[in-house]
């Protein structure tokens, strides 16, 4: 009887324990099995080609890329670049047509709005008609990394009294990263009709998407301006202005590759057929700048930049370094040192040749700071002239004047400083 009785207190006590445990055990399960339902906030851009980098914001996704499903009107893109609770990097995959774009999270999906294909070689801009042929003398003032401060205002004025036409920045635009603070400096200096082209850069991508936002204002200077423009405008875009065809990309940003961004600089160099082209993005590989930043934008865009015949505007940097004429970026071969830099296209009849010639150039003393060369970068043979703290350098702006005295091929470009100094000069021949 006591034996009895001892089993049936040792179930009695067990019992409860092994029902808890089995208990707590499914609701575990449970909440590792839920997945909330996603959401799709923006899609940007909503229209593009096979291969062309789509990012789509929202909630409830996920970092793991094995989980997710990005479908283009029902076919599956096969790669997923990037991925967070709030953002998902993906392509246009080969195959798609226009309709709705569904991202599934495990099993839990969300439909989004309509992306539209773009049949090759078509897109939403073409030359404007009487703007052909570029302006004589016509001026762009190209720098990055600038800032609202005092250097700053003086680079900006150092572009009115230099009477330049038009700027491009290639990213990092407010350190702060207040966008409408940008805005109004810019518009304070040039006026808010002023043709300021710029990218987004590592400094300002958290505040480029949305209302108020660095993008709404490059928008809106657009259309006051009457410019129509492909993609998303400021990351992987393109658009012409006065006969220049400008293409922008973003490698390293909002999880775009390079092999992303190559592939939209080849496309929209491919369809052009303008003297003057010129490709821009904010960030540098090592040997294509020379301070301490590292490989970043990956040789893509700058190699089918080349093949393109596109002068190659960066900053990221806070120095100037220019390159000579170069036959390819990626294994630093250098074409030619003379003072005239010729662009050429590459022709893809002859598969056996490459005959893809350009110049890079890193322009990154727009009013933030300034840096010196690192690791003896700056004694490397392909810069044609580098401008530093370490040699004195000042902020300032690369100049360019294309359709120079009337020759629509010609174009003169000069680097000074908010100082007067003109620290660099040259030419270049557009062959395309």
């Given at each position: 009887m006591n034996h009895l009785k001892q089993i049936t207190l040792i179930i009695s006590v067990i019992l409860p324990v092994l029902i808890f445990a089995s208990c707590s055990k499914d609701e575990q399960e449970e909440n590792v099995d839920e997945v909330l339902l996603p959401i799709i906030t923006s899609i940007t851009p909503l229209q593009g080609q096979e291969g062309d980098p789509?990012?789509?914001?929202?909630?409830?996704f996920s970092a793991n890329t094995t989980q997710i499903k990005v479908d283009f009107n029902g076919v599956e893109s096969d790669e997923i670049s990037f991925s967070s609770i709030a953002q998902i990097s993906t392509v246009v995959p080969k195959g798609a047509t226009t309709g709705e774009i569904s991202v599934t999270i495990v099993e839990q999906t969300v439909k989004g709005p309509i992306f539209t294909i773009e049949e090759e070689g078509t897109g939403v801009i073409?030359?404007?008609?009487?703007?052909?042929?570029?302006?004589?003398?016509?001026?762009?003032?190209?720098?990055?990394d600038s800032n609202i401060g005092s250097a700053a205002k003086a680079v900006l004025n150092l572009v009115k009294s230099e009477g330049a036409d038009a700027v491009v920045h290639p990213g990092d635009l407010n350190y702060a990263e207040i966008p409408v603070d940008f805005e109004s400096h810019i518009n304070e200096i040039l006026g808010a009709d002023y043709p300021y082209f710029f990218c987004?850069?590592?400094?300002?991508?958290?505040?480029w998407n949305g209302p108020n936002k660095y993008q709404s204002f490059l928008e809106e200077r657009f259309k006051r301006l009457g410019i129509s423009w492909k993609g998303q405008l400021g990351v992987t875009s393109s658009f012409y202005y006065k006969g220049i065809f400008f293409v922008i990309s973003a490698p390293d940003e909002f999880g775009i590759t390079s092999a992303s961004a190559g592939n939209h600089i080849r496309k929209e160099l491919a369809q052009d057929e303008s003297v003057w082209r010129i490709s821009f993005w904010h960030k540098n590989q090592r040997l294509m700048q020379v301070g301490g930043k590292s490989n970043e934008a990956g040789w893509n865009v700058y190699e089918e930049s080349r093949k393109g015949g596109a002068i190659i505007a960066t900053a990221h940097e806070h120095s100037y370094s220019r390159t000579h004429e170069m036959s390819n970026f990626q294994n630093q071969v250098i074409s030619s040192t003379e003072n005239t830099v010729n662009l050429w296209k590459d022709d893809a009849s002859t598969s056996s040749l490459d005959e893809g010639r350009s110049f890079a150039f890193v322009s990154g003393l727009g009013g933030k700071s300034i840096r010196d060369a690192e690791s003896g970068l700056d004694q490397?043979?392909?810069w044609a002239d580098v401008y530093h703290s370490n040699n004195g350098g000042q902020h300032g702006a690369l100049f360019g004047e294309f359709n120079y005295e009337g020759d629509t091929s010609l174009a003169r470009f000069y680097f000074k400083d908010i100082d007067g100094t003109v620290r660099d000069e040259f030419f270049v021949r557009s062959n395309n």
């Open positions: 789509v990012t789509i914001k929202g909630a409830n073409t030359p404007p008609v009487g703007q052909e042929k570029t302006p004589s003398n016509f001026k762009i003032a190209f720098f990055g987004v850069g590592n400094h300002d991508d958290e505040a490397n043979p392909w």
